[in-house]
Protein backbone atom coordinates (compact mmCIF):
# COMPACT_ATOMS: atom_id res chain seq x y z
CA UNK A 1 0.00 0.00 0.00
CA UNK A 2 1.46 2.82 -0.71
CA UNK A 3 2.46 5.77 1.60
CA UNK A 4 -0.93 8.14 0.47
CA UNK A 5 -3.08 5.25 1.12
CA UNK A 6 -2.29 5.17 4.81
CA UNK A 7 -2.64 8.33 5.31
CA UNK A 8 -6.03 8.50 3.90
CA UNK A 9 -5.55 11.81 2.01
CA UNK A 10 -7.77 13.95 0.77
CA UNK A 11 -7.43 17.24 -0.75
CA UNK A 12 -9.25 19.41 1.61
CA UNK A 13 -7.51 22.92 1.54
CA UNK A 14 -6.38 24.03 4.75
CA UNK A 15 -5.15 27.84 4.67
CA UNK A 16 -2.05 28.51 6.63
CA UNK A 17 -1.94 32.26 6.88
CA UNK A 18 1.65 32.76 8.19
CA UNK A 19 0.60 36.38 9.85
CA UNK A 20 3.26 38.43 12.28
CA UNK A 21 5.26 39.24 8.92
CA UNK A 22 5.18 43.09 8.48
CA UNK A 23 7.16 45.45 5.97
CA UNK A 24 7.95 49.11 6.21
CA UNK A 25 6.41 51.52 4.20
CA UNK A 26 7.47 54.70 3.49
CA UNK A 27 5.90 57.16 6.51
CA UNK A 28 7.22 54.68 9.07
CA UNK A 29 3.91 52.83 9.40
CA UNK A 30 3.78 48.42 9.22
CA UNK A 31 1.56 46.40 7.09
CA UNK A 32 0.04 43.76 8.99
CA UNK A 33 -2.67 41.03 8.64
CA UNK A 34 -5.90 41.10 9.62
CA UNK A 35 -8.15 38.45 10.71
CA UNK A 36 -12.00 37.55 11.87
CA UNK A 37 -13.70 34.76 11.58
CA UNK A 38 -17.73 34.45 11.79
CA UNK A 39 -20.28 32.35 10.14
CA UNK A 40 -22.58 33.86 7.08
CA UNK A 41 -24.42 31.91 5.03
CA UNK A 42 -24.44 29.75 7.55
CA UNK A 43 -20.94 28.81 6.88
CA UNK A 44 -17.92 29.64 8.45
CA UNK A 45 -15.95 32.39 6.73
CA UNK A 46 -12.32 33.26 7.62
CA UNK A 47 -11.51 37.78 6.38
CA UNK A 48 -8.20 38.19 6.32
CA UNK A 49 -6.43 41.48 5.09
CA UNK A 50 -3.59 43.49 5.29
CA UNK A 51 -3.70 46.97 6.13
CA UNK A 52 -1.44 49.84 7.91
CA UNK A 53 -3.29 50.22 11.35
CA UNK A 54 -5.95 48.20 13.30
CA UNK A 55 -8.24 51.04 12.50
CA UNK A 56 -8.22 50.56 9.04
CA UNK A 57 -7.98 46.34 9.47
CA UNK A 58 -11.33 46.83 11.27
CA UNK A 59 -12.83 48.81 8.93
CA UNK A 60 -11.86 46.68 5.76
CA UNK A 61 -13.19 43.33 7.81
CA UNK A 62 -16.39 45.13 8.10
CA UNK A 63 -16.72 46.48 4.60
CA UNK A 64 -16.58 42.35 3.71
CA UNK A 65 -19.17 41.73 6.15
CA UNK A 66 -21.52 43.83 4.82
CA UNK A 67 -20.96 42.95 0.96
CA UNK A 68 -21.43 39.06 2.06
CA UNK A 69 -24.79 40.00 3.91
CA UNK A 70 -26.14 41.62 1.48
CA UNK A 71 -25.40 38.95 -0.97
CA UNK A 72 -26.83 36.75 1.43
CA UNK A 73 -29.75 38.38 1.54
CA UNK A 74 -30.47 38.74 -2.28
CA UNK A 75 -29.67 34.74 -3.06
CA UNK A 76 -30.86 33.31 0.03
CA UNK A 77 -33.33 30.32 -0.67
CA UNK A 78 -34.31 30.08 3.23
CA UNK A 79 -35.25 33.78 3.62
CA UNK A 80 -38.93 33.92 1.87
CA UNK A 81 -38.49 37.68 1.28
CA UNK A 82 -35.07 37.25 -0.75
CA UNK A 83 -35.85 38.01 -4.60
CA UNK A 84 -34.63 34.18 -4.87
CA UNK A 85 -37.59 33.24 -2.90
CA UNK A 86 -39.71 35.12 -4.32
CA UNK A 87 -39.11 33.40 -8.14
CA UNK A 88 -39.50 30.28 -6.48
CA UNK A 89 -42.95 30.92 -5.12
CA UNK A 90 -44.21 32.14 -8.74
CA UNK A 91 -43.02 29.02 -10.20
CA UNK A 92 -45.45 28.24 -13.23
CA UNK A 93 -47.26 31.27 -12.46
CA UNK A 94 -45.73 34.47 -13.06
CA UNK A 95 -42.33 36.52 -14.21
CA UNK A 96 -40.22 37.94 -11.41
CA UNK A 97 -38.55 41.55 -12.19
CA UNK A 98 -35.26 41.34 -9.95
CA UNK A 99 -32.17 43.21 -9.17
CA UNK A 100 -29.73 42.75 -12.12
CA UNK A 101 -27.02 41.52 -10.41
CA UNK A 102 -29.25 38.42 -9.69
CA UNK A 103 -30.35 38.04 -13.24
CA UNK A 104 -26.46 37.99 -13.92
CA UNK A 105 -25.97 35.67 -11.39
CA UNK A 106 -28.79 33.33 -12.88
CA UNK A 107 -27.59 34.11 -16.33
CA UNK A 108 -23.91 32.91 -15.39
CA UNK A 109 -25.23 29.89 -14.01
CA UNK A 110 -27.06 28.81 -16.39
CA UNK A 111 -24.12 29.09 -18.78
CA UNK A 112 -22.61 26.40 -16.37
CA UNK A 113 -25.26 24.35 -16.68
CA UNK A 114 -24.95 24.42 -20.56
CA UNK A 115 -20.78 23.81 -20.46
CA UNK A 116 -21.20 20.95 -18.14
CA UNK A 117 -24.42 19.38 -20.45
CA UNK A 118 -26.71 19.65 -16.94
CA UNK A 119 -23.98 18.51 -14.34
CA UNK A 120 -24.65 22.02 -12.60
CA UNK A 121 -28.19 23.20 -12.46
CA UNK A 122 -29.19 25.65 -9.96
CA UNK A 123 -33.18 23.76 -10.43
CA UNK A 124 -31.49 20.83 -8.69
CA UNK A 125 -33.08 22.38 -5.52
CA UNK A 126 -36.50 21.19 -6.13
CA UNK A 127 -35.48 17.51 -6.26
CA UNK A 128 -37.48 15.03 -4.53
CA UNK A 129 -35.49 13.82 -1.47
CA UNK A 130 -35.65 9.90 -2.00
CA UNK A 131 -31.52 8.98 -1.17
CA UNK A 132 -30.56 9.40 2.55
CA UNK A 133 -26.99 8.87 3.87
CA UNK A 134 -28.11 8.18 7.27
CA UNK A 135 -27.75 4.85 6.82
CA UNK A 136 -31.65 3.90 6.72
CA UNK A 137 -31.31 3.64 2.73
CA UNK A 138 -30.32 -0.07 2.24
CA UNK A 139 -31.17 -0.89 -1.65
CA UNK A 140 -31.40 1.12 -4.48
CA UNK A 141 -34.84 3.01 -4.59
CA UNK A 142 -37.24 1.75 -7.87
CA UNK A 143 -36.14 3.50 -11.15
CA UNK A 144 -39.46 5.35 -11.43
CA UNK A 145 -39.51 6.51 -7.88
CA UNK A 146 -35.48 8.03 -9.36
CA UNK A 147 -36.77 9.46 -12.07
CA UNK A 148 -39.85 10.65 -10.48
CA UNK A 149 -37.29 12.88 -8.08
CA UNK A 150 -35.78 14.66 -11.22
CA UNK A 151 -38.98 15.62 -12.66
CA UNK A 152 -39.28 19.40 -12.02
CA UNK A 153 -35.25 19.81 -12.16
CA UNK A 154 -34.06 21.31 -15.89
CA UNK A 155 -32.07 24.64 -16.25
CA UNK A 156 -33.77 24.69 -19.58
CA UNK A 157 -36.93 25.77 -17.85
CA UNK A 158 -35.87 28.86 -16.35
CA UNK A 159 -36.64 31.63 -18.63
CA UNK A 160 -35.14 34.85 -18.51
CA UNK A 161 -35.92 37.89 -19.91
CA UNK A 162 -33.26 40.44 -20.32
CA UNK A 163 -35.47 43.51 -21.57
CA UNK A 164 -38.22 43.00 -18.17
CA UNK A 165 -35.12 41.98 -16.15
CA UNK A 166 -37.34 39.01 -14.85
CA UNK A 167 -36.75 35.87 -14.33
CA UNK A 168 -39.57 32.75 -14.51
CA UNK A 169 -39.59 29.25 -13.43
CA UNK A 170 -41.99 27.94 -16.20
CA UNK A 171 -42.93 24.90 -13.99
CA UNK A 172 -45.25 24.60 -10.55
CA UNK A 173 -43.17 23.67 -8.11
CA UNK A 174 -39.79 24.17 -10.05
CA UNK A 175 -37.11 25.82 -7.26
CA UNK A 176 -33.92 27.77 -7.67
CA UNK A 177 -30.72 27.40 -5.06
CA UNK A 178 -27.57 28.81 -5.40
CA UNK A 179 -25.66 26.46 -2.47
CA UNK A 180 -23.12 25.46 -5.04
CA UNK A 181 -22.46 28.86 -6.36
CA UNK A 182 -23.39 31.42 -3.38
CA UNK A 183 -20.18 31.35 -1.63
CA UNK A 184 -17.69 31.44 -4.55
CA UNK A 185 -19.87 34.33 -5.69
CA UNK A 186 -19.73 36.15 -2.49
CA UNK A 187 -15.83 35.69 -2.04
CA UNK A 188 -15.68 37.19 -5.54
CA UNK A 189 -17.42 39.84 -4.28
CA UNK A 190 -16.19 40.98 -0.82
CA UNK A 191 -12.62 40.80 -2.83
CA UNK A 192 -13.51 43.37 -5.65
CA UNK A 193 -14.75 45.66 -2.67
CA UNK A 194 -11.69 45.88 -0.87
CA UNK A 195 -9.54 46.17 -3.83
CA UNK A 196 -11.22 48.93 -5.35
CA UNK A 197 -11.16 50.68 -1.47
CA UNK A 198 -7.36 50.03 -2.07
CA UNK A 199 -7.44 47.22 0.34
CA UNK A 200 -3.62 45.15 -1.82
CA UNK A 201 -3.86 42.28 -0.40
CA UNK A 202 -6.07 39.40 1.79
CA UNK A 203 -8.24 36.41 1.46
CA UNK A 204 -11.79 35.57 1.25
CA UNK A 205 -12.26 31.92 2.46
CA UNK A 206 -15.67 30.91 2.23
CA UNK A 207 -15.21 27.22 4.71
CA UNK A 208 -12.85 26.35 1.78
CA UNK A 209 -13.83 28.17 -1.15
CA UNK A 210 -11.34 31.07 -1.21
CA UNK A 211 -10.18 33.86 -3.29
CA UNK A 212 -6.85 35.45 -2.55
CA UNK A 213 -4.98 38.41 -4.09
CA UNK A 214 -1.94 40.14 -3.11
CA UNK A 215 1.36 39.05 -1.30
CA UNK A 216 1.74 39.04 2.51
CA UNK A 217 3.51 41.50 4.02
CA UNK A 218 6.59 40.33 3.73
CA UNK A 219 6.07 40.04 -0.08
CA UNK A 220 5.99 36.40 0.00
CA UNK A 221 2.34 34.57 -1.62
CA UNK A 222 -0.46 33.07 0.58
CA UNK A 223 -0.13 29.16 0.44
CA UNK A 224 -2.60 27.11 0.81
CA UNK A 225 -1.55 23.63 2.13
CA UNK A 226 -3.55 20.01 1.31
CA UNK A 227 -3.72 18.37 4.00
CA UNK A 228 -5.01 14.75 5.68
CA UNK A 229 -8.82 15.66 6.27
CA UNK A 230 -8.62 13.01 9.24
CA UNK A 231 -5.12 14.72 10.73
CA UNK A 232 -4.68 18.64 9.66
CA UNK A 233 -1.37 19.09 11.16
CA UNK A 234 -0.50 16.55 8.26
CA UNK A 235 0.39 18.66 5.03
CA UNK A 236 1.23 16.96 1.85
CA UNK A 237 1.92 19.85 -0.22
CA UNK A 238 2.26 23.55 -0.38
CA UNK A 239 0.88 25.85 -2.99
CA UNK A 240 1.33 29.16 -3.89
CA UNK A 241 -1.83 31.22 -4.62
CA UNK A 242 -1.52 34.14 -6.28
CA UNK A 243 -4.79 36.76 -7.61
CA UNK A 244 -6.52 33.38 -7.69
CA UNK A 245 -9.52 31.35 -6.15
CA UNK A 246 -9.21 27.75 -5.04
CA UNK A 247 -12.55 25.75 -4.03
CA UNK A 248 -12.40 22.47 -2.76
CA UNK A 249 -15.86 20.06 -2.65
CA UNK A 250 -15.75 17.18 -0.32
CA UNK A 251 -17.08 14.51 0.88
CA UNK A 252 -15.99 12.23 3.09
CA UNK A 253 -19.17 11.34 5.55
CA UNK A 254 -22.20 11.48 3.85
CA UNK A 255 -22.01 8.23 1.45
CA UNK A 256 -23.94 5.25 0.92
CA UNK A 257 -22.94 1.85 -0.20
CA UNK A 258 -25.63 -0.18 -2.71
CA UNK A 259 -24.73 -2.98 -4.83
CA UNK A 260 -20.80 -2.78 -3.43
CA UNK A 261 -20.73 0.57 -5.13
CA UNK A 262 -20.27 3.84 -3.24
CA UNK A 263 -22.29 6.92 -3.95
CA UNK A 264 -22.16 10.23 -2.63
CA UNK A 265 -24.88 12.76 -1.23
CA UNK A 266 -24.35 15.02 -4.10
CA UNK A 267 -26.70 13.69 -6.72
CA UNK A 268 -27.12 13.95 -10.88
CA UNK A 269 -29.60 16.52 -11.26
CA UNK A 270 -29.82 15.11 -14.88
CA UNK A 271 -30.76 11.50 -13.85
CA UNK A 272 -31.74 11.74 -10.24
CA UNK A 273 -28.53 9.06 -8.97
CA UNK A 274 -26.38 10.24 -6.33
CA UNK A 275 -22.61 10.38 -8.38
CA UNK A 276 -19.72 8.34 -7.37
CA UNK A 277 -16.10 8.23 -7.43
CA UNK A 278 -15.03 11.69 -6.29
CA UNK A 279 -14.24 12.19 -2.84
CA UNK A 280 -12.73 15.28 -3.46
CA UNK A 281 -12.25 17.97 -5.80
CA UNK A 282 -10.80 21.32 -5.78
CA UNK A 283 -10.54 23.41 -9.06
CA UNK A 284 -8.07 26.59 -9.52
CA UNK A 285 -8.91 29.08 -11.47
CA UNK A 286 -9.13 33.06 -11.82
CA UNK A 287 -12.88 33.60 -9.65
CA UNK A 288 -14.34 31.64 -7.03
CA UNK A 289 -17.82 31.35 -8.75
CA UNK A 290 -16.83 29.55 -11.48
CA UNK A 291 -14.11 27.72 -9.06
CA UNK A 292 -17.31 26.76 -6.49
CA UNK A 293 -19.61 25.32 -9.49
CA UNK A 294 -17.00 23.64 -11.32
CA UNK A 295 -15.71 21.63 -8.03
CA UNK A 296 -19.60 20.64 -7.67
CA UNK A 297 -20.11 19.63 -10.84
CA UNK A 298 -16.73 17.45 -11.22
CA UNK A 299 -18.64 15.42 -8.40
CA UNK A 300 -21.39 15.08 -10.94
CA UNK A 301 -19.15 14.11 -13.50
CA UNK A 302 -17.23 11.77 -11.91
CA UNK A 303 -13.56 11.35 -12.27
CA UNK A 304 -12.64 10.55 -16.03
CA UNK A 305 -14.77 12.89 -17.44
CA UNK A 306 -14.11 15.89 -14.59
CA UNK A 307 -10.79 15.53 -15.77
CA UNK A 308 -11.20 15.59 -19.44
CA UNK A 309 -13.62 18.52 -18.67
CA UNK A 310 -11.12 20.19 -16.83
CA UNK A 311 -7.95 19.93 -19.22
CA UNK A 312 -10.45 21.38 -21.94
CA UNK A 313 -10.96 24.53 -20.09
CA UNK A 314 -8.25 27.68 -20.45
CA UNK A 315 -7.03 28.54 -16.76
CA UNK A 316 -9.01 26.12 -14.82
CA UNK A 317 -6.56 23.18 -12.83
CA UNK A 318 -7.68 20.56 -10.64
CA UNK A 319 -6.93 17.62 -8.11
CA UNK A 320 -9.49 15.49 -7.56
CA UNK A 321 -9.20 12.31 -4.73
CA UNK A 322 -11.13 9.37 -5.66
CA UNK A 323 -12.70 6.78 -4.20
CA UNK A 324 -9.57 4.17 -3.32
CA UNK A 325 -7.89 7.98 -2.02
CA UNK A 326 -5.69 8.04 -5.03
CA UNK A 327 -4.73 11.75 -6.08
CA UNK A 328 -5.12 12.75 -9.90
CA UNK A 329 -4.45 16.48 -10.92
CA UNK A 330 -5.40 17.76 -14.22
CA UNK A 331 -2.33 18.51 -16.66
CA UNK A 332 -0.68 21.66 -15.43
CA UNK A 333 -0.29 20.42 -11.44
CA UNK A 334 2.58 19.16 -9.48
CA UNK A 335 2.88 18.43 -6.13
CA UNK A 336 6.02 18.11 -5.18
CA UNK A 337 6.47 15.32 -2.93
CA UNK A 338 2.91 13.59 -3.37
CA UNK A 339 2.33 10.36 -5.67
CA UNK A 340 0.02 11.43 -8.10
CA UNK A 341 -1.17 10.96 -11.29
CA UNK A 342 -1.88 13.26 -13.98
CA UNK A 343 -4.60 12.66 -16.43
P1 LIG B 1 -20.08 22.75 -0.12
O1 LIG B 1 -20.63 24.13 -0.27
O2 LIG B 1 -20.76 21.92 0.93
O3 LIG B 1 -18.59 22.66 -0.09
P2 LIG B 1 -20.67 22.39 -2.89
O4 LIG B 1 -20.05 23.67 -3.26
O5 LIG B 1 -20.29 21.19 -3.68
O6 LIG B 1 -20.45 21.96 -1.40
O7 LIG B 1 -22.22 22.59 -2.98
C1 LIG B 1 -23.10 21.59 -2.60
C2 LIG B 1 -24.48 22.19 -2.61
O8 LIG B 1 -24.83 22.57 -3.92
C3 LIG B 1 -25.55 21.22 -2.19
O9 LIG B 1 -25.72 21.25 -0.81
C4 LIG B 1 -26.75 21.76 -2.92
O10 LIG B 1 -27.26 22.88 -2.23
C5 LIG B 1 -26.17 22.28 -4.21
N1 LIG B 1 -26.15 21.31 -5.32
C6 LIG B 1 -26.11 19.96 -5.22
N2 LIG B 1 -26.05 19.39 -6.43
C7 LIG B 1 -26.03 20.39 -7.33
C8 LIG B 1 -25.95 20.44 -8.75
N3 LIG B 1 -25.86 19.34 -9.48
N4 LIG B 1 -25.93 21.65 -9.35
C9 LIG B 1 -26.02 22.77 -8.63
N5 LIG B 1 -26.08 22.79 -7.28
C10 LIG B 1 -26.09 21.62 -6.63
MG1 LIG C 1 -19.54 24.20 -5.25
Same mark, same amino acid.
Given at each position: ???????????????????? @????? &???????????????????????????? !??? /?? $??? &?????????? #??????? &?????????????? *??????? !? #??????????????????????? @????????? =????????? %????????????????????????? *?????????? /?????????????????????? *????????????????? !?? &????????????????????????????????????????????? @?????????? @?? %??????????? $????????????? =????????????? !????? #???? *????????? %????????? #?????
Amino acid at each position: MSKINRFLLSATLFLFVISG @YSQGI &DDGTQLQVFQRTLKLMGSRFDLTVVAEN !QTK /GD $AYL &DMAIAEISRI #ERLISSW &DPNSQTSKINQNAG *VAPVKVD !Q #ELFNLITRAIKISKLTQGAFDIS @YASMDRIWK =FDGSVMKMP %SEEAIKQSVAKVGYQNIVLNQENGT *VFLKNEGMKI /GFGAIGKGYAADRAKALLVKNG *VASGIINASGDLNAWGA !QP &DGKDWMVAIVNPLNKDKVFSWLPVKDQAVVTSGNYEKFVILNGER @YTHIIDPRTG @YP %SKGVRSATIFT $ANAELADALATSI =FVMGVDTGLDFVN !QLKGV #ECIL *VDDNNKIIT %SKNIALKGV #ETQSR
